[in-house]
C-alpha cells in the first residue's frame, strides 16, 4: 500500500495526467478502497471495463491497417492473442504496475501484487484512465508503444500448444507429452512447474499459476527454442 508513488508510475507509463486522481483510482484494487472505507473512493473496475472496450477498438484498428491480406477470422485470432491474460499482465509487469497497486493487506499478503489478473486489469484500467485524461490519441500512443510491439511473439504464445503440436506431427509422426515437475504455494497462490517432452525428451519448462498456464509456458518456450535453431 505504502508502494504507490504518482511520478515514478508516470515515468513507466510516458504519460503524465492532469487529473491524478484518474491514475489513483486506475492503481486502487477493490480490497483496498474496501478496507479503508472512505466515501467517495472508487476501485479501478469501471476504468478496467472502459478501457477494454478501448483497447479492442485500437487493437482492431492496428490490425486492420496492418495485415491487410488476412480475413476477418484471422484477424479476430490475432487480437485474441494480443489483449489475452498473458500478454497484459505480461506488460504490466514490465511497467512495474504491480509494485504500485493499491491493496487492502489481505490481499497483499496472498501475492496480489504478483498475480496476473489483477495484472491484466491494470493494464486495462491505466488504459481508460488515459483515455479520460488525454483523450484517444493519448490512449493510442499507451497501447502502441507498450503493447502492439512483437506481435510474432505474442500470436505464438496464445497458440503455443497447439502450434507445438502441429510442428512436431506435420509429417505425422512426433509425440508431445507434459509432464508436471512441482507445485507449490497455498491454494490461494500456487504456482506449477511443467515441462514438454517430444518423442520422450525433455525440450523445455514452463510456470504458471495454472497447470495450463504451465504447459502454455512450457510450449512456448519449445517454440522458442525451435525457432532459434536449438
Known amino acids: 500500500?505504502?508502494?504507490?508513488?504518482?511520478k515514478t508510475i508516470e515515468q513507466n507509463i510516458q504519460y503524465e495526467f492532469k487529473n491524478k486522481n484518474l491514475l489513483r483510482q486506475a492503481l486502487s484494487h477493490s480490497s483496498y478502497i474496501n478496507e479503508m472505507k472512505r466515501k467517495g473512493m472508487e476501485s479501478y473496475e469501471r476504468l478496467e471495463f472502459l478501457g477494454d472496450a478501448v483497447l479492442e477498438l485500437i487493437t482492431s484498428e492496428f490490425l486492420f491497417e496492418n495485415y491487410r491480406d488476412l480475413p476477418e477470422g484471422k484477424l479476430t485470432k490475432m487480437r485474441a492473442s494480443i489483449v489475452c491474460e498473458f500478454t497484459l499482465s505480461s506488460v504490466s509487469q514490465m511497467l512495474h504496475l504491480g509494485e504500485h497497486v493499491l491493496?487492502?493487506?489481505?490481499?497483499?499478503?496472498?501475492?496480489?501484487?504478483?498475480?496476473?489478473?489483477?495484472?491484466?486489469?491494470?493494464?486495462?484500467?491505466?488504459?481508460?484512465?488515459?483515455?479520460?485524461?488525454?483523450?484517444?490519441?493519448?490512449?493510442?500512443k499507451y497501447v502502441h508503444t507498450f503493447l502492439l510491439t512483437d506481435i510474432e511473439h505474442k500470436t505464438l504464445f496464445?497458440?503455443?500448444?497447439?502450434?507445438?503440436?502441429?510442428?512436431?506431427q506435420k509429417d505425422g509422426k512426433?509425440?508431445?507429452?507434459?509432464?508436471?515437475?512441482?507445485?507449490?504455494?497455498?491454494?490461494?497462490?500456487?504456482?506449477?512447474?511443467?515441462?514438454?517432452?517430444?518423442?520422450?525428451?525433455?525440450?523445455?519448462?514452463?510456470?504458471?499459476?495454472s497447470k495450463k498456464n504451465a504447459e502454455q509456458m512450457a510450449a512456448y518456450e519449445a517454440l522458442l527454442k525451435i525457432k532459434n535453431g536449438f
Open 103 to 140: 491493496l487492502s493487506k489481505g490481499e497483499e499478503l496472498t501475492g496480489g501484487r504478483n498475480r496476473s489478473s489483477i495484472l491484466c486489469d491494470l493494464f486495462e484500467s491505466v488504459l481508460g484512465a488515459i483515455y479520460l485524461d488525454g483523450g484517444m490519441e493519448s490512449a493510442k
Open 158 to 168: 496464445y497458440d503455443a500448444k497447439t502450434t507445438l503440436q502441429e510442428m512436431v
Open 174 to 209: 512426433g509425440n508431445v507429452s507434459y509432464h508436471l515437475l512441482e507445485e507449490k504455494g497455498p491454494d490461494h497462490n500456487k504456482s506449477f512447474v511443467t515441462e514438454v517432452l517430444v518423442d520422450g525428451k525433455r525440450l523445455a519448462t514452463g510456470k504458471g499459476t
Open 1 to 6: 500500500m505504502l508502494n504507490y508513488d504518482e
